[in-house]
């Protein structure tokens, strides 16, 4: 997200100073606002960022972009009060949200009643004090009361005055509010607030001028801190919800959950090790997981080629049945030619490659967040941290692992590297977690290559002098007769099912990396990326466990999957607690 | 016959335990070493979490000789190292355990070994038994070598550390109601003892350790360090860890996601910092984040333990400083939270739940002082607090029961409440009498411990001021003989309050009630407390005199009788070394007698009393001339018998020019006093 005139160039900057001053705020706003409310969808629910131009009685003044309110009516009696609402009601989302109001003048003197500053919902009248109507809360600066939808108010803090910065705080997930008054909280205001309630304030003495902060400056009070508390609560709650009520049953799910993850993936070894010290049958052959692992290796290396070959050869009906699934790796494999990875290119004498496994890693999951160069790393303590997830929402950690027999497991498999694994904080070590155990397993297979890091790094540093299927004129050859046989293969698909975007535009994308002279800086030389291979992969690698009747997704991925967008429901439906219980957190 | 039957039955089960036990302890004097290694391992496994094992290894003598074992260089370091453990694990049981293990300090010298583990089953023994309330702190100190060596030792490992915090943190400890002054010199050695042996610098890392446990207890130890200690808070707030200031690391360590007994701690060490001067009161650290964190100490959702330290510690932050109690009166309710902690035991917890009443019983006592205490700091300035105290619920009643609880410390902070609420005017008028105060407080005066009655007495004056309607219904309850026999008392503290209050009382009374004082009293007593050495005391006993030496008729009767001697205190005074203030009290007196009819001429025919005035019309203290001036002024005051006379014998004394140079004085108040004294001459 950045500032909107970032594009709109230094002249401009140098003609309005004030502009650039604007924008600087804007950033600032922009960064405070998220990392006070990342759980918030700005798409979905925009965050209040002023008050609003139309949502106001006529004798309210904006200025200052909308974060200044001044009085211009009469204020001789309550028939003249004014209020004004911000832009946007306070998402759910936010858990907690808070803005404060600086009293900049309590206005002309002799006038006895003034501001209120509160919250209310939209198509509560404007013509009045916030606090005095139904769905309306207010804190009353001439009194010191709060009105909870009523006239009268009841006693609740301090007066205030001009020079005082009073804060509104909505607790979404308790539905209370309180106070601020120079950064020091006055306690609970209300309670049982109804949702979608708008920052408000109301004036009514002339003169009278206050200033809101939304978030463009920092707050006097420390809501961080505040947040912070709750975040614990909110995740301490989770940390004990009970797990049913027989000893043994979470376990031997989070075990069923973990043992189907990995032959899902097919670590083959790590699944066998993990099925036996946890007592579990694994619902797939042996060979056939590890014929998936040989497939998906030959993927995710960019060795397209030779893994359609080994995917018809060992599955012979699937990819048949499947044009879509066979058009969809041709495409890849074109992708892969123009890269100069895949062996049809390579043999024909283009750059050899360093290893054999050119792409370190394994399917990726799902919507996984990051990708970066390093994402082996962060493939496999990605998946790691799903296991954390699951454990850590049970009791504690170290406790689950135990009883899921991972701990075990880590000190029976993991010897040669157990001075590491004794600490047991666990954190880090996944790493070698998938990578050690096959190491020192018996049936020889890796579930990836040692020596992932180095290779990336060769891979990167000879990005510079990449040229088109690694610089061979044969390849170039091969590659571009393959793509014509793609065409027709595509207009045989066409006659054959009748149209399919999708297809259309992943054969015009991939085509489309022949139209520059250096396709990996092209506009469409992602699809060179490394990355794109886990896509492809994992559709793949679920065809063919379909075929066995097998789940497409591994179950644990589907929880992940659930978590997330229960999450998303409940900021729908107006839970707050969902702002500090991100799924990402548990990932971590 | 059943009683006869079951007799001898018992006493075989209990013979058995300790054959039992007993084989254990023989075992310790085995002749193989190996033997005995063994019988201390089987001995460690038979106590662990057995009570009644422990109490039986103790009566049949296995800690002498398990230290024996433990102190011989010549056994082996395991058998040492598990002897350790053993008498560790002894020490867990109950205080009578730990009274046994006392003597365990004494092999404080074994922690000169440098095997770790042997160290550390030594050191976490020995932290068990100095943790245990009947353990003497003094034995820490006894020795002076064992400090600087577990000083060395704080490196070693982390649970060297935790061991180690931890009993220096119970070292220099005292419950806060101990509060007087022979403990608080303690304290204080303790506390030098420690940061002499550089306690601050070898302790302040360890609040960044990893440990938690180790962040925790050095926290602790911090805590007790700079309560009331100006010279370790002055160190504290320089210190850096980890290039970061010491108050900022407490800061962090008040955040609200922080352990509670974290957050609490931290907030007691800023506060000790605070009160003694090596943080002002308006800083940050403070304002925003100490006086919030221990307000919400005060909350419900807290336990009954970490609210009465919450409010305790919160009082004794804003004590001196009104904003920080004009603050903590507006945050979060507090005023009103307070009032939760007079709800205990509730009267669910009574029906639903045993367990939770006996809880509750246990610390309602502590709770009401504890929201005694924070009321009485919050009052004790601002009249706003003082009206919403008295507006919450309930509050003078429970004062009021709070004053004759059977508890002393309910019963002292309760006064204390009573005596910062005292201080409004308002208040004296209105709830004080309407709740009828004086009564329990009359009550309390008789035979209180000094502290109480220091407190009670010093409200009491104030329940004497003359606008008071209390102060009535309190002469007729015989409270002038109280008062004098506490200006006969050793303490300061209570002749100052018993003359302070005999001086409320006399300010404007009736004939009968200034007749009462002077003779309960007695003139002799009057005298002595003339010459206190306490300015206080003298102070308040001149202001006795003047108030009782008022209106005319009132001058001339007490004079009458004792004229003579008061006269002699008047002169001693004036003639003594006293301050500026005194002096100007006794020419005030004086002043008052020159308003007298019969009264003056004690004055007139003293020529040396004359000289006096004069010189003090020409003091370079204006307060002194304007108290002289005033004295001479009603000496010529010309509507009164003899002024004719009066006046020129003054003037032959040289007062008229005196007086006519003061006409020209450069302080106004002083220059009219001379006028008007003028004036009666040209009349």
Redesign the interface.
Known sequence: MSGPSSGCGFLMSVVVHGDLALSEQEKELNQRLRSLYPAVSDQETPLPRSWSPKDKFSYIGLSQNNLRVHYKGHGKTPKDAASVRATHSIPAACGVYYFEVKIISKGRDGYVKYMGIGLSAQGVNMNRLPGWDKHSYGYHGDDGHSFCSSGTGQPYGPTFTTGDVIGCCVNLINNTCFYTKNGHSLGIAFTDLPPNLYPTVGLQTPGEVVDANFGQHPFVFDIEDYMREWRTKIQAQIDCFPIGEREGEWQAMIQKMVASYLVHHSYCATAEAFAKSTDQAVHEELASIKNRQKIQKLVLSGRMGEAIETTQQLYPSLLERNSDLLFMLKVRQFIEMVNGTDSEVRCLGGRSPKSQDSYPGSPRLFNSPVHKASSSQTYQTSTYYIHKFFFSASIGKKNILQKSGLLHQKKTFLVPKSTCFLAAEVEMEVDHFSNGVSESSSNGFLNGSSTHGIDLEELDSAQSKRQLCGGSQAAIERMIQFGRELQSMSEHLRRERGKNSANKKMLKDAFSLLAYSDPWNSPVGYQLDSIQREPVCSTLNSAILETHNLPKQPPLALAVGQAAQCLSLMARTGSGSCAFASVDDYLH | MACLLEAPLRISVLSEVTATSRHYVDRLFDADPQNVLQGVIDMKNAVIGNNKQKANLIVLGAVPRLLYLLQQSSSSLELRTECAVVLGSLAMGTENNIKSLVDFYLSYYCLLCSDLIFIEACLRCLRTVFISPVTPVQLLYTDPTVIPHLMSLLSRSRHTQEYITQIFAHCCKVASWQSNLFFSIEIIEHQTVLFNHGAIQNIAPLLISPSDKVRMQALKCFSVLAYENTQVSMTLVNVLVDGEQLSQVFVRMM???KPIEMQLTAAKCLTYMCRAGAIRTDDNCIV??TL?CLVRMCSKERLLEERVEGAETLAYLMEPDVELQR?AS????LVS?LADYFKYPSSVSAITDIKRLDHDLKHAHELRQAAFKLYASLGSNDEDIRKKITETENMMDRIVSGLSESSIKVRLAAVRCLHSLSRSVQQLRTSFHDHAVWKPLMKLLQNAPDEVLVMASSTLCNLLLEFSPSKEPILDSGVIELLCSLTQSDSPALRVNGIWALMNMAFQADQKVKVEIVRALGTEQLFRLLSDPDTNVLMKTLGLLRNLLSTRPHIDQIMSSHGKQIMQAVTLILEGEHSIEVKEQTLCILANIADGNTAKELIMTNDDMLQKIKYYMGHSNVKLQLAATFCISNLIWNEEDGSQERQDKLKDMGFVDILHKLTQASDPNLCDRAKTAMQQYLA
């Open positions: 955040q609200r996601d925003l984040k919030p603050i507006v945050t979060d309710h939270m």
